[in-house]
T-cell receptor, first 108, second 111 residues
Framework: DAKTTQPNSMESNEEEPVHLPCNHS???????IHWYRQLPSQGPEYVIH???SNVNNRMASLAIAEDRKSSTLILHRATLRDAAVYYC?????????FGAGTTVTVRA | SQTIHQWPATLVQPVGSPLSLECTVE??????LYWYRQAAGRGLQLLFY??????ISSEVPQNLSASRPQDRQFILSSKKLLLSDSGFYLC??????????FGSGTQLSVL
């Protein structure tokens, strides 16, 4: 199975951008890159996904490297409500397997 | 909009008792369905997934089983619970838009 690697934690100041890296060097051509986030005692929430091109939505931007072996989730202006565990995962066939994620802390 | 109904929210069961967790999906047809388990402070472990009625794929050998009797119904079961089955169980569905959405989860404590 294609795996992802993320830093364990990241800190940011409120209203500053946050760049969350993810390595997925074994990705294949049909694997989608997904990002989710999870607040304590809640189920994960969809953030964004992409295949080859960079993607933007109201929550974040996803920058995908040209060789697709890495990607970066960008939160343009962090708020206290963005503090969560962020998961970068690959959809391999029908499977979406989560890793340990990156715990994001936002300082006021 | 897409919604998952998952119940119960909290469950306390003795070791050796049976288990049945159910989730139903609204707002999408023929979804891919998933059961995940999350131990305290850990990431999500994929347990089962299903791409259609009666089609179940198991990811981890374990004491649990899953069934999909209807298109938008997914059931997680056990005949005899173990202490190690404790955790936060999440049902999820993926529609044609590729997005995965989750139920609110069941916190299972096996004592």
């Amino acid at each position: 199975d294609a795996k992802t690697t993320q830093p364990n934690s990241m800190e940011s100041n409120e209203e500053e951008p946050v760049h969350l890296p993810c390595n997925h060097s074994t990705i294949s051509g049909t694997d989608y890159i997904h990002w989710y986030r999870q607040l304590p005692s809640q189920g994960p929430e969809y953030v964004i996904h992409g295949l080859t091109s960079n993607v933007n939505n109201r929550m974040a931007s996803l920058a995908i490297a040209e060789d697709r072996k890495s990607s970066t989730l960008i939160l343009h202006r962090a708020t206290l409500r963005d503090a969560a565990v962020y998961y970068c995962i690959l959809r391999v066939d029908y499977k979406l397997s989560f890793g340990a994620g990156t715990t994001v802390t936002v300082r006021a | 909009s897409q919604t998952i109904h998952q119940w119960p929210a909290t469950l306390v069961q003795p070791v050796g008792s049976p288990l049945s967790l159910e989730c139903t999906v609204e707002g999408t047809s023929n979804p891919n369905l998933y059961w995940y388990r999350q131990a305290a402070g850990r990431g999500l472990q994929l347990l089962f997934y299903s791409v259609g009625i009666g089609q179940i794929s198991s990811e981890v050998p374990q004491n649990l089983s899953a069934s999909r009797p209807q298109d938008r119904q997914f059931i997680l079961s056990s005949k005899k619970l173990l202490l190690s089955d404790s955790g936060f169980y999440l049902c999820a569905a993926q529609g044609r838009d590729e997005k995965l959405f989750f139920g609110s989860g069941t916190q299972l404590s096996v004592l």
